[in-house]
């Protein structure tokens, strides 16, 4: 029970710095350079480009009523780590807005804006990724697809983040349109690509960080020679393997299925080892996690 506590502790501290590191992200990198990043954020950054109200009062306004409603409807850990999230988000925000840290945004002034969306979007997707792991989200869109996702569950909670960041992109095209010289609005497309470039960096570095680290391969061989392979896959590769005993259906012969999970380095290794023997059949599966461990062999 201490030992758990003591996690809890860290998982909330870990949620802390992760908030003010994603206000800075804003305040930094996003406000500056008129695009509207995913989600909720989006849509405050938006607000705040069109009102002067700053995002920091936004996100409280729209996320403390979502994490009330997730605490009755989704699950009450989440909620809790979600609303922790955004209340040091969103005060993070206005202190900065409030010291006034100008000298360090990053202002490209509409040349090469796609480097602060580069930056922010990695960080952004880092984020998200930490956050997720321990049971947190940074409030807004994740809320509202995991809450959809659980009353529809034939939705597909990615199918309805992307629906929601693409209702952002869409208007993030007149938002930020600007009067010509002639007092004409023109409309650029810019924005819309820059939060598609965002959307794409934040999804693929969350998805890395969450599932890329520790990502493996299953082998499963079938063969008359398990004896043979099992000990070169000890002797090169330093891992073991699992024995099932199977009949082939067609020609009723007996043979061994051999299950084994290597490390992305070792697949070409383990491909090499069952070129040799005849008799033998296998495919490979992608792992996207392990978890636990043996005792280390020596």
């Given amino acids: 029970m201490k030992a758990r506590k003591i996690l809890t502790v860290s998982e909330y501290i870990l949620i802390f710095f992760l908030g003010i590191i994603l206000a800075l992200n804003y305040y930094l990198f996003i406000v500056k350079n008129n695009f509207a990043p995913a989600g909720v954020g989006g849509i405050t950054t938006m607000i705040q480009y069109k009102t002067g109200i700053s995002i920091g009062y936004m996100s409280l306004l729209i996320n403390i009523p979502l994490c009330i409603l997730a605490y009755f409807f989704i699950d009450r850990v989440f909620a809790k780590r979600s609303l922790f999230f955004c209340l040091v988000y969103s005060f993070s925000f206005m202190l900065f807005q409030k010291i006034g840290f100008t000298a360090f945004q990053y202002n490209a002034d509409g040349h090469n804006t796609i480097f602060p969306v580069i930056l922010s979007g990695v960080i952004s997707g880092a984020v998200n990724a930490f956050c997720f792991k321990v049971s947190s989200s940074t409030g807004g869109t994740d809320i509202i697809s995991r809450y959809i996702s659980k009353v529809k569950p034939e939705l597909n909670f990615f199918y309805v983040t992307f629906i929601l960041n693409a209702v952002v992109a869409v208007v993030s095209f007149f938002v930020y349109a600007v009067p010509d010289e002639s007092g004409r609005i023109v409309y650029n497309y810019e924005p819309i690509c820059l939060c598609v470039l965002y959307c794409f960096l934040a999804t693929f570095v969350g998805n890395y960080i969450i599932t890329g680290t520790k990502q493996a391969y299953k082998f499963t061989v079938i063969t008359t020679h398990p004896d043979e392979i099992t000990a070169e896959i000890f002797d090169k590769l330093r891992h073991g ?58």
């Fill in 241 to 298: 393997t699992t024995r099932v005993s199977a009949v082939g259906s067609y020609g009723n012969t007996e043979n061994t299925v051999l299950l084994c999970v290597v490390n992305k380095h070792q697949m070409v290794d383990f491909k090499n080892i069952l070129s040799k023997y005849d008799n033998t059949f296998s495919y490979c599966e992608t792992v996207n996690e392990t978890y636990g461990n043996f005792k280390k062999i020596r």
